[in-house]
């Protein structure tokens, strides 16, 4: 059973919630090697983490894989139309494509996973870089992949970027590290706040209940 859903964002911004449709990337909820059993089980634990915070599961993971290009996990009607936002409507990127043109998150709003945690801020993740295996463009990069995301060895390689410089900077490391694995929602929640705040309401009942 899952835990009270806790948002804490950081104190040097208060960015303006974004409250219509949108596509929300999210963090899963620890750190993780190259070794992420397949890209189909990463896309699974996407959406197993956000059944288990009650919202709803259209999550894929932010992944290049020998099978497909990272721009394309998004479905094509919502690449241009929707802002992607944190889990708490906060502003991101314009849209999906515009992070294929310039990568640099905004600074001062909080990237945060599952159970709410801020990924840029928290401890738990001590190396602030998300794995992609990707190029800046969003293609695969089939010799970097930490073999199709099956490998957490030393000698084997996977592309990864270090959050200040942006989502997909082009850092080469070893598969053996533990990196940030981040989701992004491929359709939109034409509620997501509204649910959100529900999610919030009942896991916090659940665990008041003890």
Same mark, same amino acid.
């Given at each position: 059973?899952?835990g009270?859903?806790? /948002?804490?964002?950081?104190?040097?911004?208060? *960015?303006t919630?974004?409250?219509?449709s949108?596509?929300?990337?999210?963090?899963?909820?620890?750190?993780?090697?190259g070794?992420?059993?397949? %890209?189909?089980?990463? $896309?699974?634990? =996407?959406?197993?983490?956000?059944?288990?915070?009650?919202?709803?599961? +259209? !999550?894929?993971? #932010?992944?290049? @894989? @020998?099978?497909?290009?990272?721009?394309?996990?998004v479905?094509?009607?919502?690449?241009t139309?929707?802002?992607?936002? $944190? /889990?708490?409507?906060? %502003?991101? #990127?314009?849209?999906? +494509?515009?992070?294929?043109?310039?990568?640099?998150? *905004?600074?001062?709003? *909080?990237?945060?996973? &599952?159970d709410?945690?801020? %990924?840029?801020?928290?401890?738990?993740?001590?190396?602030?870089?998300?794995?992609?295996g990707?190029?800046?463009?969003?293609?695969?990069?089939?010799?970097?992949? =930490?073999?199709?995301?099956?490998?957490g060895?030393?000698?084997?390689?996977?592309?990864?970027? &270090?959050? !200040?410089?942006?989502? /997909?900077?082009?850092?080469?490391?070893?598969?053996? $590290? @533990?990196?940030? %694995?981040?989701?992004? +929602?491929?359709?939109?929640?034409?509620?997501?706040?509204?649910? /959100?705040?529900?999610?919030? !309401?009942? @896991?916090?009942?659940?665990?008041?209940?003890?």
């Amino acid at each position: 059973q899952a835990g009270p859903l806790i /948002l804490t964002p950081r104190l040097s911004s208060t *960015p303006t919630i974004h409250t219509g449709s949108a596509l929300r990337l999210v963090a899963l909820n620890t750190p993780l090697t190259g070794d992420l059993g397949s %890209v189909h089980s990463a $896309n699974r634990q =996407c959406r197993l983490q956000a059944q288990a915070m009650g919202i709803r599961d +259209e !999550y894929r993971a #932010f992944l290049s @894989h @020998h099978l497909q290009d990272l721009i394309d996990v998004v479905q094509s009607p919502y690449r241009t139309s929707l802002p992607i936002v $944190n /889990l708490r409507g906060e %502003v991101l #990127f314009k849209n999906w +494509e515009s992070i294929f043109t310039n990568h640099l998150l *905004p600074s001062g709003i *909080p990237l945060y996973s &599952f159970d709410g945690r801020d %990924v840029m801020s928290d401890p738990y993740w001590s190396q602030k870089a998300v794995w992609h295996g990707s190029s800046e463009r969003g293609r695969r990069l089939d010799a970097k992949n =930490c073999e199709s995301w099956r490998a957490g060895d030393m000698a084997i390689t996977g592309q990864a970027s &270090f959050l !200040y410089s942006g989502l /997909l900077s082009q850092q080469t490391r070893s598969c053996s $590290n @533990h990196f940030i %694995v981040l989701c992004i +929602e491929t359709s939109p929640d034409h509620n997501t706040i509204e649910e /959100l705040r529900r999610a919030q !309401y009942r @896991h916090r009942r659940w665990h008041h209940r003890y």
